[in-house]
């Protein structure tokens, strides 16, 4: 059976950018079921209809983006909400992350990889833009410590295939790009997430790089092959 398309709400001040975003967003999956142009009018839409699964965000339609959030999320705490932005920006991510966004996915992807974004959040995960050197800017700069295997304070350390897939999670790639690179399956990524969030004790993905930047991770020594 078919999953049923998530009904998602557009929060653009620009009529076009909206109209745009409507003819990428696959329509299997994602229908546009109402539109706003302020954080008022898409606060007014979620409490007339409790059925949004999705609000899509976009940066220039709010000034304090973690008030924004959390308004819609007293209105309706089941709607994912995600932030559309023009690119990387170190202030709003720490604004995107101190809302709860359920994501922070820039324009210039393709919008393949969009609506892979999306599928994502829908299926709970939290996505970010986890370049290293984003990540160091909004922990200003507390992730400089020397590089070297990853210890653990319980004395384990993560797996070769773990700290392969933590790189992964750094450069912001889903777990079917991690199985198609790493030459395994999508089910053996979960696999090792599963594991590798539970030793660093993380709730999901963001959190993740957050933490291999803190512990002097290096996303390059994973790639050379270096087993922790």
């Not at 998530?6 to 990428?24: G, I, Y």
């Not at 008030?67 to 819609?72: F, H, I, N, Q, Y």
């Not at 295939?161 to 750094?170: D, N, Q, S, V, W």
Request: a positive charge; one cysteine or more; glycine letters at 8%.
């Amino acid at each position: 059976m078919a999953a049923v398309p998530v009904d998602t709400l557009l929060l653009d001040r620009n009529t076009l950018s909206r109209e745009c975003l409507k003819q990428l967003l696959p329509p299997a999956r994602f229908v546009v079921a109402a539109e706003a142009s302020s954080v008022d009018e898409a606060e007014s839409f979620l409490r007339e209809r409790r059925g949004f699964g999705l609000v899509l965000l976009d940066l220039r339609a709010t000034e304090d983006l973690a008030a924004a959030a959390r308004r819609l999320r007293e209105v309706s705490p089941g709607t994912k909400v995600v932030l559309l932005a023009d690119g990387m920006d170190s202030l709003r991510l720490r604004e995107a992350i101190a809302g709860a966004l359920d994501g922070y996915v820039c324009k210039d992807r393709p919008s393949a990889a969009l609506a892979e974004a999306l599928h994502l959040v829908m299926l709970g995960e939290t996505v970010y833009p986890c370049s290293p050197d984003m990540l160091m800017s909004m922990l200003g700069g507390r992730a400089g410590r020397p590089p070297g295997r990853i210890g653990l304070p319980n004395g384990r350390g993560l797996s070769q295939r773990e700290t392969e897939i933590l790189a992964a999670l750094m450069r912001g790639e889903s777990n079917k790009q991690i199985a198609r690179e790493l030459g395994i399956t999508e089910a053996t990524v979960k696999v090792h997430l599963k594991g590798l969030l539970r030793k660093i004790k993380a709730s999901n993905r963001t959190q993740a790089a957050i933490w291999a930047l803190e512990n002097g991770f290096r996303e390059d020594l994973a790639r050379a092959g270096m087993a922790a």
